[in-house]
């Protein structure tokens, strides 16, 4: 079974910009549709952004369309959100996680592995 891991969390001003990585142990990264997820303190684990298995298709959450872009690196079992015009709001743990379902789902229970996060804080 795969195993991931994030990194590249940390805080930054408001406007600032970070990329986080999402690296799967294994060799079947290439077979999975993958998602990004944030939880802030309090909320619900959300779907940030999505990406099927080779990369055709993708899906953002509406708040962070245009400033956060999904891509992967199958040939480096890597997944990748870039983060751009960082705001207060986008302050959570990020974590990627494997779909269960060859179709976009955007519930956290569509997702079976899961890594253990990353924290991303935005403030002045």
């Known amino acids: 079974q795969v195993q991931l891991v994030e990194s590249g969390g940390g805080a930054v001003q408001p406007g600032g910009s970070l990329r986080l990585s999402c690296t799967a142990s294994?060799?079947?990264?290439?077979?999975?549709?993958m998602g990004w997820f944030r939880q802030a303190p309090g909320k619900e684990r959300e779907l940030v952004a999505y990406?099927?298995?080779?990369?055709?298709?993708?899906y953002y959450k509406d708040s962070v369309k245009g400033r956060f872009t999904i891509s992967r690196d199958n040939a480096k079992n890597t997944m990748y959100l870039q983060m751009n015009s960082l705001e207060p709001e986008d302050t959570a743990i990020y974590y990627c996680a494997t779909a269960k379902y060859a179709l976009l789902h955007t519930s956290a229970t569509d997702y079976d592995v899961w890594g253990q996060g990353t924290q991303v804080t935005v403030s002045s």
């Open positions: 990406i099927r298995r080779n990369g055709d298709y993708t």
């Open positions: 294994g060799r079947t990264f290439s077979s999975y549709n």
